[in-house]
């Protein structure tokens, strides 16, 4: 599980998507040559010497009045503020600019560890011009070249020197930890607060009024459970309540923390693309997963009006087929004991072992059933089978070549799985290894 947030910082083309791909290993972040590109925050997960973290990749900050840059501004100030360490990226090919004075002005506040990473040292002969950016005040300069690779090994050092200790969450498989997330203003907090039973969460119509990461233990009919409420902005201001495409970043830690995300919906507004947005993070956490559509109390209701609802969620979020939905009213407190209902269910599947002879008969009538197709030069032949961790159940295949797995053939594999043993609302993982020795 992930520990700790980074967030690359820094004015346009300097290069920080980057050095957020080759950090990440894979190109998730968009590179291009033209400045501005990056205006969404993106976030991905990086393993280095044995830690597991979060990072974040912002828009450029700079000081003239391009397009968007007040939002630009606001998100990057967001994941400042949100994250364990920055990483500031600047432009040795350009040297020092009044635009990385701007960046280095928001981190002169900020009382956690600045990392200045000095970008595009392709040549040798650009490594002494690393040393004018003693001059910003933030401490050696490390310097790498994102578009090589050179020096990414140092920085990602740097990085975990630097993330805060924090010892593992131990997870009482007797206590239900779960979180809501969702955009701004479908009512998350109005949805604790019935769950709770009290108000013990501020709630407002404004949108992003909840400021801090709210932990509260809680008992319902002998059960233990902790809800975890999302992380709000820390400031105010009509900008940083105005960019609700941004919420994802105040879920992070409340999504890693968790067992179950509730996805709360506005069931009067409809799903819009910000929902798909805010459950990303918890779907690549592979946490199990419940939909909760709220407000259902004012919406005008025909004689198929939930059947409908659903059919739209489920064309909506084909990649969350397996989550449950529920349709409540926070501020009616109507339907809410589904919510506890579900939660306890999905709570027992996110931790369920599936006996070893069962699963290997449920693999090998699959490939009865269905043959592997041909793919990359040969066919599937799953060997053995075996369950190797719950939270989320994690199934290991011996083949006899993992390049042989089309990922329809593992999509039709983890139907199977699903239609044989109760899995709704769990993510289920298939790693594939080659069986060896004699096949």
Request: neutral net charge; hydrophobic residues 40%.
């Amino acid at each position: 599980m992930p520990k700790g947030i980074v967030a690359v910082v820094g004015s346009p083309n300097v290069g920080k998507s980057t050095i957020f791909n080759r950090m990440i290993g894979e190109r998730h972040a968009i590179v291009d040559d033209e400045a501005g590109i990056t205006r969404d925050r993106l976030y991905g997960t990086c393993q280095w010497l044995g830690k597991t973290f979060s990072i974040i990749d912002t828009g450029g900050v700079e000081i003239k009045n391009a397009p968007f840059q007040t939002q630009i501004r606001a998100q990057a100030q967001i994941a400042i503020d949100e994250a364990d360490v920055i990483v500031f990226v600047t432009d040795a090919k350009l040297g020092v600019t009044a635009d990385d004075r701007v960046v280095a002005k928001m981190l002169y506040k900020v009382n956690k560890p600045v990392i200045l990473a000095v970008n595009k040292i392709d040549e040798g002969s650009l490594i002494a011009e690393a040393q004018e950016f003693y001059s910003i005040g933030l401490g050696e300069p490390i310097v790498v070249s994102g578009a090589h690779g050179i020096g990414i090994g140092d920085l990602l050092n740097k990085i975990v020197e630097s993330l805060p200790d924090t010892e593992e969450d131990i997870i009482d498989e007797d206590t239900i930890t779960f979180c809501m997330v969702g955009r701004p203003n479908v009512g998350k907090s109005s949805l604790v607060n019935a769950i709770l039973n009290e108000n013990r969460v501020i709630v407002s119509d404004i949108s992003g009024t909840t400021r801090d990461s709210i932990d509260t233990p809680f008992k319902k009919d002998g059960k233990n459970y902790v809800v975890i409420d999302t992380a709000g902005l820390k400031k105010r201001g009509k900008i940083y309540e105005s960019i609700d495409k941004y919420s994802a970043i105040r879920a992070l830690k409340a999504i890693e923390r968790s067992e179950i995300v509730l996805l709360v919906i506005d069931g009067k507004a409809g799903i819009l693309d910000q929902d798909k947005h805010v459950i990303q993070y918890a779907t690549d956490l592979h946490k199990a997963i419940i939909i909760v559509v709220n407000k259902w109390d004012i919406v005008d209701k025909q004689t198929n009006t939930m059947s409908d609802f659903t059919r739209l969620i489920r064309e909506e979020y084909k990649f969350l087929d397996y989550a449950p939905i529920c349709y409540v009213s926070a501020l009616k407190k109507n339907r809410i004991d589904t919510i506890f209902e579900t939660l306890e269910m999905v709570h027992l599947v996110y931790y369920t072992r599936v006996q070893t002879s069962i699963l290997n008969q449920v693999m090998q009538d699959a490939q009865m059933m269905n043959l592997a197709p041909h793919f990359n030069g040969g066919r599937i032949k799953i060997l053995y089978a075996s369950q190797v961790s719950t939270a989320p159940p994690t199934f290991v295949l011996f083949v006899n070549n993992p390049e042989f797995m089309h990922f329809s053939y593992q999509r039709y594999l983890e139907n199977r799985l699903r239609e044989t043993f109760n899995f709704d609302g769990t993510p289920i993982k298939i790693i594939c290894r080659q069986k060896r020795g004699k096949l």
